[in-house]
């Protein structure tokens, strides 16, 4: 998150500015953590870093720390000047540099963040660039995006073909969760 609180605390993207730092938490979260994986994720830069330069390096620290799966939102973060919100829509979108870490660092799972609005996109990331692809607000603009995600890009048969059969199947699901004595708000 580019936001001043973030900036001023030195957590979130402003944390790419240190990555000693960064490789030292996540060396210490892969201690303590066991078998249990630990990603990091992270924008291309921030302000005025050369994400040609940054991100690899950045990559390649907190690799030898111990992480394996890398996140990365393809826009830099400007930790001055641009809200949170702008933040997401106002640096340009650099897919090619995200395509270009999982080709330098082809053991690692390397996964694209930002501005994905399509399963049509994920598939052609997937097949052809990335090992993962991460969807985060279109899936909150726009929760039916999902509904054929399991025949499109896991090949599997769909449960529900639109939005009612999907506001159905949660009702069915709430309902038999309240009877197990759970509360929905959990």
């Given amino acids: ?12 993207a402003a944390l790419m500015k240190n990555i000693d730092l ?9 201690n303590a953590a066991g078998s249990t994986p630990v990603s990091v994720k992270s924008r291309i830069g921030v302000d005025n870093q050369n ?20 996140i990365i939102h393809a826009r830099k973060a400007i ?12 640096p340009p979108l650099n897919y090619p540099i995200v ?22 996109e994920v598939k052609d990331y997937i097949e052809n660039k990335l090992v993962g692809v991460m969807i985060g607000r279109e899936i ?4 039916s995006i999902l509904i054929n995600v399991d025949r499109d890009i896991f090949g599997q ?23 197990q004595g759970f509360n929905l708000n959990h």
Avoid at 51 to 70: A, M, Q
Avoid at 140 to 143: G, M, S, T
């Fill in 22 to 30: 960064v490789s030292d938490c996540v060396e210490a979260m892969v």
């Fill in 157 to 179: 048969a769909c449960h529900s073909s639109n939005m009612n059969d999907v506001v159905r199947s949660m009702l069915d699901y709430c309902y038999d969760s309240m009877s």
């Fill in 99 to 120: 395509f270009e870490m999982q080709k330098y660092f082809p053991g690692l799972e390397i996964i694209l963040n930002g501005g994905i609005k399509s399963l049509t």
């Fill in 140 to 143: 909150y603009e726009n929760p």
């Fill in 51 to 70: 994400p040609d330069e940054i991100l690899p390096n950045f990559i390649s620290k907190v690799r030898d720390s111990g992480c394996n799966t890398f």
């Fill in 79 to 90: 930790l001055k000047g641009l809200s949170p919100k702008e933040n997401r829509k106002i």
């Fill in 1 to 12: 998150c580019p936001s001043s609180r973030v900036n001023s605390g030195n957590f979130g």
